[in-house]
């Protein structure tokens, strides 16, 4: 597939060695490697991202706002087509882009070291940053209601409605602990109604994977910027400490393995902060660890919407895959709610260290 299309963006394409490249769930990402150069070519996932010029319109007005604004960030721009368009496209095989592959850059798909974590949260916190002044008119929503919980509830309360009977039953338990537990919903909405809390340029996609980092673990710049959009932090800050805190994965199954790394905790609040400080609100920073729970509990939802609806959206390599993954998630709720005493202390020194630090 990743062959047909290449000729639309290059003149020689008899000598390229391609490979299927990344660990995302929704698009498909190959290394085009030539003699002297290296790209990294996509295929938008287009049940999901309905209209891909959106997100290529994203990505113009982002770089464009960057250029003026902050002509040294390494923004990964897609390279145009041989006819000068961002996407290219084709009738059997879909919405394609192309981006120059960062020399000497690399990612990790999985947290070992605090200054990981670091590296990383500075890296998303600065993307928001660096944004703060752009129109978020400006940007497209390339998925509608992404990050919006009450939705994602009300599709789970369907799920659980018209799902697979088979799937609901056996589901019954993890179904009566996420319905237990939509107090995490109800904050949501408060936030939404909450003024202290604000719409900023958002990547809605912040695990380690999206994050470059140089030859000596140094963050370079963020990348998978599909779902960039006006969103509000707790779906960045949140989506670290879900897919950070735990040495274990989401696709873990052994459920002794996921814990929560204080350690970890403190580079993001860190990393985070060192960008974002002086742009959150005081409300906004005590929601730091509310966004974790607000991301695994969105996510065990969406797990278990999946499962009940027969695995149509991410797909499943085993039986109960889905239901696998969302039993993970509780587990890493659990095991968050059970450490945020401890997390809290730490924020809370964090907050009042960095409140003094601007003060002077
Ligand atoms: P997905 O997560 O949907 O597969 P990504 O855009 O995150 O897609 O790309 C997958 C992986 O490819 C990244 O984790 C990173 O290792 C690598 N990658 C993506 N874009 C670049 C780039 N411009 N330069 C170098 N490596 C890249
Ligand atoms: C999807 O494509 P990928 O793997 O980066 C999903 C995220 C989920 C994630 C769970 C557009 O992201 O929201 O958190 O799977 N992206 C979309 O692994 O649904
Ligand atoms: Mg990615």
Redesign the pocket.
Known sequence: MEQQILPAYLKETANLSTETFGS????TTWKITDKNRSYILQRINQD?FKHPEWIASNLRQIAGYLKIHHPDYLFVEPVKTLDNQDLAISKEAGYFRLLPFIKDSHSIDVVTEPSQAYEAAKQFGRFTALLEGMKLDDLHTT?AD?HNLTLRFRQFEEAIATGIPDRILNAGPEITYLKDKSGIVTTYQQICNNPSFHLRVTHH?T?ISNVLLDASNKGLCVI?L??VMAGYFISDVG?MLRTYLSPAS?EETDMEKIRIRTDIFEAIVKGYLSEMNAILSADEKKAFIYAGKFMIYM?AIRFLSDYLNGDTY?GARYADHNLQRARNQIRLLQELEAKEPELTEILNRYIHHQDQTTSI
Do not use: A, C, P
Request: overall charge negative; proline content about 0%; aromatic content about 12%.
């Open positions: 995302g769930l929704i698009n999901v998925i992404f996609d695990k998978d599909d779902t989506d989401e996510q991410y």
